[in-house]
């Protein structure tokens, strides 16, 4: 497929219309999405279908003032414009404390200016460049471990397990001695537990929630962090240490924090990268091969054009010939974005949506209602690559389509993120055709991140 092809336009008699809760007709109100155990487990199927339609709501939740923002202007004037006006909510960073600590992503100001700079050489285009093979070797690796008999197979497991294993050696040289299995049944009870909503984290006393989740969480993470701290207690008594992303991390924060508070800070970045860093991927992974398989002629498309990119050679450049098989890639981060909602605390008076903001006030972006909006997309509920033609992008607000955040605060390791899923998943579409399997109904679920409740079971059968 050359990019001469993208001008013919992907019309199926039927688009496909993927998975997601049906908006209820109002509000809930706090009180049923707390004691309900489908809402409180999936706030996703307790949206209201007005969210879906106006550009601007606004709730009261205990002592605090929610403003819900849909409007492209208003979130770039959230992200960007007046960005030093909103912070992180203080229950969003006591809900990432546990896991996250003082990391990159749970700190504000000075702090996480310094760590953005400390960080940022790490996923610039060139160095993302650099370990492309890796991410090809990785992708093969699956490949050759995947059945491809026609059976089921869980291809979210699947993502999991490989793009743990690229954190791992692109981070950390492969030596973090963490096993997949245990891993990811950890990340997973972690995922659980912090995401529900719970009273315990809203009065912020979520470290004595008394649930079955959140106790299963808590002792998650206290295994991966001592997992984690021995690894990177080790690595800092390395005279030979080698020369790698945590390496260099160590050594900065040792340079200008004493040496318990240099561990400390490695670790809560340690965890950020290798939790956080590999879900938001696997997750998109799954969600992006779950789209294809229920599509054919998309699927059709997107393999012709992997196998020409592949047969090239270099794996360097195959990100760069897969115009079509990106475009699935940023509609799937439409339907399923990776951060379901993002919250902001104003630090003083503001005006959004021509609505007074007040300071202490809850500014709340929803990426899945955004990305869904009646006015800003036409037939939002439907699978179109198409979305992301080049030519449909550039009629575009920016702020409308948000998957990795905006402003200042974008996620750091888009780029790697990106490039890494392209290549996996032009991989398997490579070596595999993707099928529904027969009674299993795909449900999302939003709880730390967005990911497939129960996994993601196809028909893989081998080309």
Same mark, same amino acid.
């Given at each position: 497929m050359t990019d001469a092809s993208l001008t013919y336009a992907h019309v199926p008699a039927v688009r496909f219309r993927p998975s997601a809760p049906e908006p209820l007709e109002r509000d809930p109100g706090l009180l049923p999405m707390l004691f309900s155990p489908r809402m409180s487990r999936n706030v996703l199927t307790a949206i209201p279908r007005e /969210?879906?339609?106006?550009?601007y709501r606004q709730v009261k939740v205990l002592n605090l003032t929610y403003h819900g923002i849909n409007e492209p202007d208003a979130i770039k004037r959230v992200f960007l414009d007046n960005a030093q006006n909103?912070?992180? $909510?203080?229950?969003?960073?006591?809900?990432?404390?546990?896991?996250?600590?003082d990391s990159l992503l749970n700190t504000e100001g000075d702090a996480w200016r310094g760590q953005r700079r400390l960080m940022a050489g790490t996923f610039t285009p060139h160095a993302v460049d650099a370990v492309t093979p890796l991410f090809a070797?990785? /992708? *093969?690796?699956?490949?050759?471990?995947?059945?491809?008999?026609?059976? $089921?197979?869980?291809?979210?497991?699947?993502?999991?397990?490989?793009?743990? *294993?690229?954190?791992? *050696?692109?981070?950390? %040289?492969?030596?973090?001695?963490?096993?997949?299995?245990?891993?990811?049944?950890?990340?997973?009870?972690?995922?659980?537990?912090?995401?529900?909503?719970?009273? %315990?984290l809203l009065l912020g006393l979520?470290?004595?929630?008394?649930?079955?989740?959140?106790?299963?969480?808590?002792?998650?993470?206290?295994?991966l962090a001592q997992r984690m701290g021995g690894f990177i207690r080790a690595r800092a008594a390395m005279a030979d240490a080698p020369d790698d992303f945590i390496t260099r991390l160590y050594r900065t924060f040792a340079s200008e924090h004493p040496h318990d508070e240099a561990i400390q800070l490695t670790l809560d970045n340690a965890m950020t990268f290798f939790v956080a860093g590999h879900e938001t991927t696997a997750n998109g992974l799954a969600w992006a091969v779950y789209l294809l398989a229920s599509d054919d002629q998309a699927q059709t498309w997107a393999r012709e054009e992997s196998l020409a990119a592949w047969r090239e050679g270099? $794996?360097?450049l195959v990100a760069e010939r897969l115009p079509y098989l990106r475009m699935v890639w940023? =509609?799937?981060?439409?339907?399923?974005? $990776?951060?379901?909602?993002?919250?902001?605390?104003?630090?003083?008076?503001? *005006?959004?949506?021509?609505?007074r903001i007040r300071k202490g006030d809850q500014v709340t972006i929803w990426p899945w209602v955004l990305h869904r909006h009646r006015t800003l997309w036409d037939e939002p509920d439907l699978f179109n690559p198409e979305n992301f033609d080049p030519e449909a992008k550039l009629g575009r607000h920016r702020y409308q389509y948000i998957p990795f955040g905006a402003g200042p605060r974008i996620c750091i390791g888009m780029g790697f993120a990106q490039t890494e899923a392209?290549?996996?998943?032009?991989?398997?579409?490579?070596?595999?055709?993707?099928?529904?399997?027969?009674?299993?109904?795909? =449900?999302?679920?939003a709880d730390f991140t967005l990911r497939p409740q129960g996994g993601m079971p196809l028909l893989v059968e081998r080309i």
């Open positions: /969210a879906f339609e106006r550009s909103y912070r992180r $909510p203080g229950f969003v960073k006591r809900m990432l404390q546990p896991i996250l600590g070797r990785l /992708a *093969e690796r699956s490949c050759d471990r995947t059945p491809g008999d026609g059976g $089921p197979v869980d291809m979210a497991a699947e993502a999991t397990r490989t793009t743990l *294993e690229v954190i791992d *050696e692109a981070l950390y %040289s492969g030596q973090t001695g963490m096993p997949f299995q245990e891993v990811s049944s950890l990340v997973r009870d972690v995922m659980v537990g912090t995401g529900q909503l719970r009273l %315990s979520q470290g004595l929630d008394p649930g079955a989740a959140q106790r299963r969480a808590r002792r998650a993470q206290r295994i270099d $794996p360097a940023e =509609e799937t981060l439409r339907l399923y974005p $990776p951060v379901h909602r993002i919250d902001r605390e104003a630090l003083g008076d503001d *005006e959004l949506c021509g609505q392209l290549i996996i998943l032009s991989r398997w579409l490579a070596t595999f055709r993707f099928a529904p399997a027969p009674g299993r109904k795909v =449900e999302p679920l």
